[in-house]
């Protein structure tokens, strides 16, 4: 008797109304974020095989009209139809219904994965430029107001309580530099991203295109992803452009808890523009600070997508649903970075900063004890353990008789002295009101990265610097981008509308001034 064999060959019939709606219709629904780069996939796949020799020209022709003329059809409005399968299925159909066999010629050399990962990296490297434009503009607003708040006055905080002397300018930058950094680990997951992986095959790439630089070219990509299965089944690359958009906004959304408790009727630091906030509908004091719950749900909604996308890699290789719910989950993630990092940039860029109310909490204050511990080690000639211990129960007693940090005294130190250690200090009428002043603690500190106005203006300065750079690189990529696909789209047509005797006169199906020029 013959042992059974495994099935093999594709499947006949319709796939059944599980998997479409399951599986089909969730990746017609992505077709929005792909389509635009389908077609342009499909014109650099086609001039590929015409200019190898592969299809014959008037096929070429026919097909590369066929691809002009749906470029003008909007996703909406292209019949994608789950019942199909998903996206490729549902354009080879239509394909098929316009020009017959002559459209089974785009399949040559190519798998459909391979058209798909092409146009998630067209799609994902215009999303990534325009995000770390976003980045650097926020970063760019936020060394701007550091600037203007240089010398505010407020008391820093930890845990919500009185740290040390600063100023508002010192505290925004803290934001601007990690703001930054996010931009810059965007910009190496662009890199990442503009690596063509056009040619590769399903793994072992191909015999029928022996030049992938080809491709990578008409597309405007930087490089071309080196080994084919690496370029068509790693994602790692997703990792990080979604983990970087989600530490943007984490960022964001610290700022924005700050925020939001300092725009509060208890603290009254800041307030909201009115297009920022959102009015009660049935309290008519409340004044929400709305914008800033976006922040904070943004923040939080990425952490997911970040753990989603990372549990369903966690397959084994070269599988589909490594990245089929990437399709639409990873862009998604990129859009919702990119609006609230703009939502945040806006926030920043008209908050009403309140520097009386600010300095007045720093005055009511004990966040000068710090230094005064510091004055008196060196002064007194005591170790900083001790001074500490000594300042720590002299606040104790100024908070509890009702007094302020800037109303402690040289006789207040020497009784807590006695009470800590067994003798004064030799305090008694000494003038401390330089030691005790918000002011002259803040401009003392020079050193590199301190919070003295000199220093936070420069901080602001390089940051400001750093933001048009990496704003400057972004939109520099966005412009090339857009100039490769100009310039694809043109010779399309020119080969579409070509004769064969121009064909012929290129011989490898360039024109030759294409030749000339490569």
């Known amino acids: ?114 058209a798909l990962r092409v146009a998630f990296r067209l799609r994902l490297r215009r999303d990534l430029a325009y995000l770390i434009e976003a980045a650097a503009g926020l970063a760019a607003e936020l060394a701007r107001r550091a600037n203007e708040h240089a010398s505010t ?36 997951a662009l890199a990442w991203t ?20 080809h491709v990578a070219a008409l597309l405007g990509f930087r490089s071309v992803a080196e080994h084919t299965r690496d370029a068509m089944w790693q994602i790692d690359g997703l990792f990080d452009m979604v983990s970087a958009a989600a530490g943007l906004v984490v960022t964001q959304s610290k700022l924005a808890e700050d925020l939001e408790i300092w725009a509060s009727q208890e603290f009254d630091y800041v307030t909201l523009a009115d297009g920022y906030s959102r009015a009660s509908v049935l309290m008519p004091q409340k004044r929400n600070p709305y914008a800033l719950s976006i922040i904070r749900g943004a923040a939080g909604t990425l952490i997911g997508r970040l753990t989603g996308l990372l549990a369903v890699a966690k397959t084994p290789s070269a599988r589909s649903d490594n990245l089929i719910f990437a399709y ?73 008789a009702g007094l302020r940090g800037a109303d402690i005294d040289g006789a207040l130190l020497d009784a807590s002295a006695a009470e800590i250690t067994g003798r004064p200090l030799g305090l008694a009428g ?32 390089d940051a400001a610097a750093q933001a048009s ?32 005797g121009d064909l012929a006169a290129g011989g490898d199906g360039r024109f030759p001034a294409e030749r000339r020029t490569r």
Do not use: K
């Open 153 to 188: 006055l407020m008391a820093d905080q930890t845990y919500l309580q009185h740290a040390q002397p600063s100023t508002f300018g010192h505290y925004l930058l803290s934001f601007a530099f990690p703001v930054l950094r996010a931009g810059g680990r965007l910009s190496e």
């Open 430 to 461: 000494r003038d401390l009101s330089m030691v005790l002043d918000p002011w002259q603690i803040v401009v003392s500190r020079t050193t590199l990265g301190g919070a003295a106005p000199g220093e936070v203006t420069r901080m602001a300065g």
């Open 328 to 400: 639409g989950e990873v862009p998604r993630a990129l859009d919702l970075a990119l609006r609230a990092t703009r939502l945040t940039t806006g926030v920043v860029r008209t908050l009403e900063v309140n520097s009386g109310r600010m300095r007045a909490a720093l005055e009511a204050g004990f966040s000068q004890a710090t230094d005064l511990a510091e004055h008196i080690m060196q002064a007194c000639g005591i170790d900083y353990r001790t001074a500490y211990r000594v300042v720590g129960h002299a606040v104790r007693q100024a908070s509890a």
């Open 1 to 114: 008797m013959t042992a059974r064999r495994p099935a093999a060959g594709p499947p006949a019939g319709p796939p059944a109304s599980e998997l479409i709606a399951a599986g089909f219709e969730l990746e017609n629904a992505d077709a929005p974020l792909l389509h635009h780069g389908m077609n342009l996939a499909d014109l650099a796949h086609l001039l590929d095989l015409s200019s190898a020799g592969v299809i014959p020209p008037d096929a070429a022709r026919r097909l590369l009209a066929l691809l002009l003329d749906t470029m003008d059809i909007p996703a909406s409005d292209f019949p994608y139809d789950p019942a199909s399968g998903e996206l490729y299925n549902s354009r080879e159909r239509y394909f098929v219904s316009r020009a017959g066999d002559v459209a089974g010629w785009l399949h040559a050399g190519r798998p459909r994965r391979e």
């Open 194 to 213: 503009d690596a063509s992986p056009g040619g590769a095959g399903c793994v072992n790439g191909t015999r029928l295109r022996t030049d992938r630089g």
């Open 469 to 500: 750079e990496l704003a400057g690189e972004a939109r520099r990529w966005r412009d090339s981008y857009q100039a490769a696909e100009d310039a694809l789209v043109a010779t399309a047509r020119r080969t579409a509308a070509a004769t064969p």
